[in-house]
Each structure stands twice: as structure tokens, then as C-alpha cells.
């Protein structure tokens, strides 16, 4: 790759990036150096000059089959038609009068339109800008509302990055490590990880949880001082895993016992992503508070929470607020992709291909020792990499090795879990059987090579 230094004297980066050309050889990494943060992690170190459908293209003109999505981000691909006629309309329209100042019509329209796609009494929407923000709303309205202290989380979830998601994240340590004290009034509770301590015990794995769950009510916090429970129904961070539905059943019985709000995590497992349009509906619970941003706008930022009108009445008038929640250009966006979902049968989609998908990942885990579990819902599918099955010995180097050599052969996808062992897939909602053929073909083929 050609390295580029300077910017062209336009201030583009390259006169010819128009949707047609590739951005050639602009090596975007060395002309980062200078003044882009060394603080961000990358999975790679690649550069993007564009993306078009499922395809994402590098300044070199290279395509790659697209399942990473930016981590559950462009769930319709890139580029959809629907959604850039919605966002080029909206911005000749009005791009933002600012959340304060009154109505925009296509954050009301999307506002109504979100509430048609949660089940009863959630319709009530307050939108703002990342996940992480969204967590933090879920956080003070549960305790305002209920006047109490205490939050609950679930070991090797991830919420975000802000002081208080990160309160109550532990998917890995690097995400708290400098940065106590934080939150206080959080307390930290098992999830069943039927996989990786329970040995695909689901029963034993629910029985145990709740069991310590049930001793931290006795011991440490009493449920009257609890606001609120909160958990990814499918942790994603963590290494794609289902909460299994008994588990969730019992929160919400629990919750409903002592007056705790339920609070759920769908910003990487909502819309669609795990063959249900929510991942709390496999369970058949209702939360009162669910969360949800990454695929709602298909790549602008946006992010909500939604719950009861009563209850949000009860949170009061300005007790929260936002500059850019509810930007009219993402929520035109958002409209577009629930419009799509809807038209095009994307959360049927998502639970047929995924369904593929699944049954050829599990037969390529069946012939490799080095595969200890293939799991997930939907489009959200986990392969674990150990070094032993039967110790279940994380080995995060094969899984880098994998990633990495799956890019080189024109398929993104990225890892999750703890030790960055488990490859998630995250193929977009409208995936066909011959892109999940094509990913299944090109993973099966690195697999082989790296055992070489
Ligand atoms: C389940 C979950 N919650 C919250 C967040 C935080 O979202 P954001 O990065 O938009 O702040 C993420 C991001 O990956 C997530 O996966």
C-alpha cells in the first residue's frame, strides 16, 4: 500500500472517493497517526473507502463480505437506497432544531413507529445518541423513580464506556481498570454462562445463578433498596450468549416481587438481530425499561430508551434532557430501517438464514476439536475457540489468527468473550444463502490453513 502523508490540498482526503472508486492505495492507518487518537482499539488495521450492500471496499479497491456490520451497526448494509433517499430528504428538509426546542416531524413519526415494534405497555420512547447514553437514562430513571439505590448487573455484561455503564460492565476488566471509584450502589451478580462454567448445563446454570442472585438479596442489598435489574438478554461483548428463557422468567418474577424495574440491554441484540425483533420476547417477559441504539438509524447516531408512558410520567418532566437525541436526519433513518424490516420480512430472515448459518458452523465445529461450542440466536452466532474441549481452555490466538486470515480472504468478521476467543457473526438482516454459503466456504478454508 501506497503511504500517504499529507491530505490532498482540497482538504479531501482524494479527489476521486466518489461512490465508484476505489480510494487507490490511500493507506488511512499512517495518515492517522499524526492527530487521530492512539487511544481506540481497532480490530483491524485496514483502510474502508467505501461499502456497498454487504460489501465493505478498502482504498485498495478490495471487497470483503461484510458480517461484522460495525459490530451490529448497518444491519441492512451499506448504503441501503431506503434509508439514504430517507436521510438525503431529511437533510434538505431541517438536519436539527435541537431536541429542546420543540418537534421535528420524523422524531415523532419515529417515535410512534419504534412503539408499533415493542410489545405493550413500552411506548413511550426518549431518544438520545449512543448505547451508552441510553444506559445511563435506564439508570437515573430507575432510580428516581423509585427512590432506591441499588443496581443490579450481571457478570460479563458490557453497557458502554461512560462512568456508569461502565459501572456495571465486567465483560473485561481494561473497560473499569483506572477508573474506580465508580458508580456506586451497583452490585454484580453471576449470569448463567451455560457454556463456559456449566458444561451445557442449562438447568444447573439457571438453578446456580439465581441461587447466588438470591443470596446477594439476603446478604448484601435487601430487594427494597434495589431500583433496578439490568442485563443483556443475549450478552454480546461477554461472547454471544443467551441468557437461557428460565432465567430471564425468574428476574422478571423476582423484579415484579419487590417492585425492581427490569431493565433490558437490546443495543447490540435488538432489532431483529436474534430471529425476534427483541431477544427478551424468546423468554416471553416484558421489561419495563428496554435500551436499545447500534442498528436502530443503520449507522447514524441514535440511540433510545422506551418503557410506559406512566412510567416515564413519573420520571418527571425535565428530569432528563439531550442537545441531539432524536436528530431528525438519524431518526429519518431509523423510520427507513423499520420500514424495511417490516416490509421486507428481515426479522423472518434473520431467524431462517441464521438457522442456515448455525447448522454450518456446527457442522464445521463437528470435524475440529479446536471449535468447544457453537452457539446464539438468529443472526447472533458464537464459535468458541479452546485449546481443549474438555478443559475449555480459552485460545484467543487462534481465534486473532482466524479473524484475521477470514479478512484476507474477503470476509469481516470479529471476536468477542472475555479472552477474545469466541468469533461473533454478524451477518446483516437481509443476508441471502449464498453470502452465508460464501462466509461458511471462506471460514472453513482458513480454518484449515491455520491448523497447517
Ligand atoms: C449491549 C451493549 N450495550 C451498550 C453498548 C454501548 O453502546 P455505545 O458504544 O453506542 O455507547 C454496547 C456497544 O457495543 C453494547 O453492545
Known amino acids: 500500500m501506497e503511504t500517504v ?87 434538505d428538509q431541517l438536519i436539527a432544531p435541537c431536541a429542546a426546542m420543540g418537534y421535528a416531524e420524523s422524531t415523532v413519526r419515529h417515535a410512534k413507529l419504534l412503539a408499533e415494534f415493542l410489545p405493550e405497555p413500552l411506548d413511550s420512547i426518549f431518544f438520545m445518541n449512543s448505547g451508552s447514553e441510553a444506559i445511563e437514562a435506564a439508570i437515573k430513571l430507575a432510580r428516581r423513580v423509585t427512590g432506591r439505590p441499588g443496581i443490579i448487573a450481571f457478570r460479563g455484561g458490557f453497557h458502554g464506556r461512560t462512568i456508569g455503564a461502565a459501572s456495571i460492565t465486567s465483560s473485561n476488566i481494561n473497560y473499569r481498570l483506572g477508573y474506580e471509584p465508580l458508580l456506586p450502589g451497583v452490585y454484580l451478580s453471576p449470569f448463567p454462562s451455560v457454556y463456559r462454567d456449566f458444561d451445557g448445563d442449562e438447568a444447573r446454570a439457571v438453578e446456580v445463578s439465581l ?30 450468549i443467551p441468557a437461557p428463557p428460565a432465567f430471564l422468567r425468574a428476574l422478571r418474577a423476582i423484579c415484579d416481587e419487590h417492585g425492581i424495574l427490569l431493565v433490558a440491554d437490546e443495543v447490540q441484540a435488538g432489532f431483529g438481530r436474534t430471529g425476534k425483533m427483541w431477544s427478551f420476547e424468546h423468554a416471553g417477559i416484558v421489561p419495563d425499561v428496554v435500551c436499545v441504539a447500534k442498528a436502530i438509524a443503520n449507522g447514524l447516531p441514535l440511540s433510545a430508551i422506551a418503557s410506559s408512558r406512566a412510567l416515564q410520567e413519573r420520571w418527571g418532566r425535565s428530569a432528563h434532557g439531550t442537545t441531539y437525541g432524536g436528530n431528525p436526519v438519524a431518526c429519518a433513518a431509523g423510520i427507513a430501517v423499520l420500514e424495511t424490516i417490516r416490509a421486507e420480512g428481515l426479522v423472518e430472515n434473520s431467524a431462517a438464514r441464521g438457522a442456515e448459518l448455525m447448522a454450518g458452523l456446527r457442522a464445521i465445529a463437528a470435524d475440529d476439536v479446536r471449535i468447544g461450542d457453537v452457539r446464539g440466536l438468529g443472526l447472533m452466532i458464537g464459535v468458541e475457540f479452546v485449546r481443549d474441549r474438555a478443559t475449555r481452555e480459552p485460545d484467543g490466538a487462534l481465534c486473532e489468527a482466524v479473524i484475521q486470515g477470514c479478512a484476507d480472504a474477503g470476509l469481516l468478521v470479529i471476536s468477542c468473550g472475555v479472552e477474545h476467543n469466541v468469533i461473533r457473526w454478524i451477518a446483516p438482516l437481509n443476508v441471502t444463502s449464498a453470502e452465508i454459503d460464501e462466509a461458511l466456504g471462506i471460514f472453513d478454508r482458513v480454518l484449515h490453513s491455520v491448523r497447517a
Open 211 to 240: 441461587k447466588h442472585l438470591r443470596e446477594l438479596l439476603k446478604t448484601t442489598i435487601p430487594p427494597s433498596a434495589v431500583a433496578a435489574m439490568i442485563l443483556e438478554p443475549v450478552q454480546g461483548e461477554g461472547g454471544y
Open 5 to 91: 502523508t499529507a491530505p490532498a490540498a482540497s482538504g479531501l482526503i482524494s479527489a476521486d472517493s466518489g461512490p465508484n472508486s476505489a480510494v487507490s492505495g490511500l493507506d488511512l492507518a499512517a495518515l492517522a497517526a499524526a492527530n487521530l487518537t492512539p487511544v481506540l482499539g481497532r480490530y483491524f488495521e485496514r483502510s474502508w473507502a467505501r461499502g456497498e450492500g454487504h460489501r465493505l471496499y478498502d482504498t485498495d479497491g478490495r471487497a470483503y463480505l461484510d458480517f461484522a456490520n460495525g459490530i451490529a451497526v448497518s444491519v441492512l448494509g451499506h448504503g441501503h437506497p431506503a434509508v439514504t433517499a430517507a436521510i438525503h430528504a431529511q437533510v
